[in-house]
C-alpha cells in the first residue's frame, strides 16, 4: 500500500544534524496525522552519517536508509529516492537543516488540493553571504528565461511533487535543480511554488562553492539542448549544418565567378587560393557537413534505440 508521503533527503557529511532533523520531521508528520516514510540516502559520507541513520532505522521503521558505495552526487541521492519511494506525494530537502519540516504539510497540502505537479520552495528571505546570493539571483533569473517556468528559486531543495511526476522523469548528472524543466518538457507543467523559511546552518559548512554557478549554466544548456532536440536532433543539426553549408556554397561561388569576371575583362585579379574569403568558404563548407552528418547519426542511434514506454501516457480507456 502507498504511504501518502515520501520524503527524500540527500546527505553527504550531516552527521550533526541528521538526529535532531529525523525528531522534527517525525514531530511534524506525526501532530498532523501523515503517513509518512522517510527516505535518508547517504551519498557517500566520511563521517558518522551512515551509522547514525542505521541506528535510527532500527527503532523507527518509518525511516528507510539506501548507503552509496562513494560520492555519486545530490542527483543520484535524487534519483535514487525517486525510484524508492512509495508516497502519493514525494518531498525533497536538504540535510543540513536549512530547509524546515514545518512546511512539509502546507507543501502536501497545495499538491492535493491544487492537482499540481510540483510545488517549488522560495527562499525569498535567505541566510547566506551576498557572494551566494547575487549570483544565484543572476542564475535564477536566466533559467527563468530560457525555462519559461516562473520560478523564483529554482536552487531550493525543498519541493514537493507528485508521484506520477517523479516516476516518469529520470534526474542525471548535475541535473537536481533542473527537475521542474524536465517535468515540463515530459508534459508535467503544473508548477508553482511557496515562499519558505530558509534557517541559517546550524552545523558544519556549505557544500557548495562559485564552481557549481559556472557547471550550472553548462548544465542549463545541456537540458534545455536534450528536452527539446533528443526525439529530432537533425532539427539542431540539420538547420545549422545547412545554413552553414549553404553560405560556404554561395561564398565560393563568389570568389569564383568574380575571378572568371575579372579575368573574361582582362582586370587585375588574384588567385582563388590568396583570398581569405575562399578558406572562409571552405571552413563554412566542411563545418556544415559534419553538422549534417552529426544530426544524421544522432538519428539513426535513436531509431536503434528506441524503446518501448518512451512517451509517456496519462490515461487508456478500457476496451
Known amino acids: 500500500m502507498n504511504k501518502d508521503l515520501s520524503?527524500?533527503?540527500?546527505?553527504?557529511?550531516?552527521?550533526?544534524?541528521?538526529?535532531e532533523l529525523l525528531?522534527?520531521?517525525?514531530?511534524v508528520v506525526d501532530k498532523h496525522g501523515l503517513v509518512a516514510e522517510v527516505l535518508m540516502i547517504d551519498d557517500g559520507s566520511r563521517d558518522r552519517?551512515?551509522?547514525?541513520?542505521?541506528?535510527?532505522?532500527?527503532?523507527?521503521?518509518?525511516?528507510?536508509?539506501?548507503?552509496?558505495?562513494?560520492?555519486?552526487?545530490?542527483?543520484?541521492?535524487?534519483?535514487?529516492?525517486?525510484?524508492?519511494?512509495?508516497?502519493?506525494?514525494?518531498?525533497?530537502?536538504?540535510?543540513?537543516?536549512?530547509d524546515s519540516p514545518d512546511e512539509i504539510p502546507e507543501l502536501v497540502k497545495m499538491i492535493e488540493e491544487y492537482d499540481l505537479d510540483i510545488v517549488s520552495g522560495w527562499k525569498k528571505k535567505r541566510h547566506d553571504p551576498l557572494?551566494?546570493?547575487i549570483p544565484s539571483k543572476f542564475f535564477n533569473w536566466v533559467t527563468r528565461k530560457v525555462s519559461g517556468i516562473a520560478l523564483h528559486d529554482f536552487n531550493c531543495g525543498l519541493k514537493a511533487y507528485s508521484r506520477d511526476v517523479v516516476k516518469h522523469i529520470h534526474v542525471y548528472g548535475e541535473m537536481h535543480r533542473y527537475i521542474p524543466l524536465i517535468a515540463k518538457w515530459n508534459g508535467y507543467d503544473k508548477i508553482s511554488e511557496k515562499v519558505v523559511e530558509h534557517r541559517a546552518r546550524k552545523y558544519g559548512n556549505t557544500k557548495y562553492g562559485m564552481k557549481r554557478f559556472i557547471t550550472g549554466f553548462l548544465d542549463l544548456i545541456s537540458v534545455t539542448f536534450v528536452?527539446?532536440?533528443?526525439?529530432?536532433?537533425?532539427?539542431?543539426?540539420?538547420v545549422f549544418g545547412s545554413l552553414s553549408f549553404i553560405g560556404g556554397f554561395?561564398?565560393?561561388?563568389?570568389?569564383?565567378?568574380?575571378?572568371?569576371?575579372?579575368?573574361?575583362?582582362?582586370?587585375?585579379?588574384?588567385?582563388?587560393?590568396?583570398?581569405?574569403?575562399?578558406?572562409?568558404?571552405?571552413?563554412?563548407?566542411?563545418?556544415?557537413?559534419?553538422?549534417?552528418?552529426?544530426g544524421f547519426i544522432a538519428e539513426m542511434m535513436i531509431q536503434l534505440n528506441q524503446k518501448k514506454g518512451d512517451y509517456l501516457i496519462s490515461e487508456k480507456t478500457t476496451d
Do not use: C
Not at 525528531?23 to 514531530?27: A, Y
Not at 535524487?78 to 525510484?83: E, H, K, L, N, Y
Not at 528536452?227 to 540539420?238: D, E, V
Open 49 to 98: 552519517s551512515w551509522s547514525i541513520i542505521s541506528e535510527w532505522a532500527k527503532k523507527e521503521s518509518r525511516l528507510i536508509g539506501v548507503k552509496f558505495n562513494r560520492n555519486y552526487g545530490k542527483s543520484a541521492a535524487i534519483q535514487t529516492g525517486f525510484d524508492e519511494a512509495n508516497g502519493g506525494v514525494i518531498i525533497t530537502m536538504d540535510a543540513d537543516m536549512q
Open 23 to 27: 525528531e522534527w520531521i517525525f514531530r
Open 227 to 238: 528536452s527539446r532536440f533528443k526525439k529530432n536532433p537533425m532539427h539542431f543539426f540539420g
Open 250 to 294: 554561395f561564398i565560393t561561388l563568389w570568389v569564383i565567378g568574380e575571378k572568371l569576371y575579372r579575368q573574361y575583362h582582362q582586370l587585375d585579379r588574384r588567385d582563388v587560393v590568396d583570398q581569405p574569403l575562399f578558406f572562409l568558404a571552405l571552413v563554412a563548407l566542411i563545418v556544415g557537413m559534419q553538422l549534417f552528418l552529426a
Open 131 to 133: 557572494s551566494k546570493t
Open 7 to 19: 520524503i527524500v533527503i540527500p546527505v553527504y557529511n550531516e552527521e550533526e544534524s541528521i538526529p
